[in-house]
């Protein structure tokens, strides 16, 4: 059956055209769609695009990060080899460092005619030597004794020249052990 509209134009009802409708939001979602799948396309070329530079640039400090580590490793070794240096230096007392700390607390009127280390240990030192009198064979001694670098300072002989006006003595100074780590 064929229907007719007879009303006049402007009182009838408005056909829709369904099938227009329809084909433009299909075509509007296809539309979305498409500028969707071409943003993450674009997306995932420019993040590519940048691996690709990173990868490259990690390709070319390549040889730089392997020279640092070389660097970092022989600078471990140069560190530990040291750090056994120094701590042997610290355990040590040299000979050569005596002479300059004795000479250091000498008073000015004493004199030193012999220096003889004991050659077993080398722990040990006498000296032999002279003043004008007691009191500065005896600041001498005070000051050795308050020196850091002996153990123990000993008297061993004094023997007095009435006709020079001296005194001879002989010290004996034992060196402070070795201490472990």
Same mark, same amino acid.
């Given at each position: 059956?064929?229907?007719? /509209?007879?009303?006049?134009?402007?009182?009838?009802?408005?056909?829709?055209?369904?099938?227009?409708?329809?084909?433009?939001?299909?075509?509007?979602?296809?539309?979305?769609?498409?500028?969707?799948?071409?943003?993450?396309?674009?997306?995932?070329? =420019?993040?590519?695009?940048?691996?690709?530079?990173?990868?490259?640039?990690?390709?070319?400090? +390549?040889?730089?990060?392997?020279?640092?580590?070389?660097?970092?490793?022989?600078?471990?070794?140069?560190?530990?080899?040291?750090?056994?240096?120094?701590? =042997?230096?610290?355990? +040590?007392?040299?000979?050569?460092?005596?002479?300059? +700390?004795?000479?250091?607390?000498?008073?000015?009127?004493?004199?030193?005619?012999?220096?003889?280390? /004991?050659?077993?240990?080398?722990?040990?030192?006498?000296?032999?030597?002279?003043?004008?009198?007691?009191?500065? =064979?005896?600041?001498?001694?005070?000051?050795?004794?308050?020196?850091?670098?002996?153990?123990?300072?000993?008297?061993?002989?004094?023997?007095?020249?009435?006709?020079?006006?001296?005194?001879?003595?002989?010290?004996?100074?034992?060196?402070?052990?070795?201490?472990?780590?």
């Amino acid at each position: 059956m064929i229907r007719i /509209n007879l009303l006049p134009a402007g009182e009838r009802r408005p056909e829709i055209p369904y099938a227009r409708v329809a084909l433009a939001a299909v075509m509007a979602v296809v539309l979305l769609l498409g500028c969707a799948f071409a943003a993450v396309s674009a997306r995932a070329w =420019l993040t590519e695009r940048d691996l690709a530079a990173a990868r490259t640039r990690y390709e070319e400090l +390549r040889p730089v990060r392997e020279a640092m580590e070389q660097a970092g490793d022989k600078q471990k070794r140069i560190d530990a080899k040291l750090a056994l240096v120094k701590g =042997l230096t610290k355990l +040590r007392t040299y000979p050569y460092r005596i002479p300059p +700390r004795i000479a250091a607390l000498m008073p000015e009127t004493l004199w030193l005619d012999e220096t003889k280390v /004991n050659q077993d240990t080398a722990r040990s030192i006498e000296l032999k030597g002279g003043t004008a009198a007691y009191p500065d =064979l005896a600041q001498f001694i005070s000051r050795l004794e308050g020196d850091g670098a002996f153990a123990a300072v000993t008297l061993k002989a004094t023997e007095g020249d009435l006709k020079a006006g001296t005194l001879k003595f002989t010290l004996e100074l034992k060196l402070k052990e070795l201490q472990g780590p």
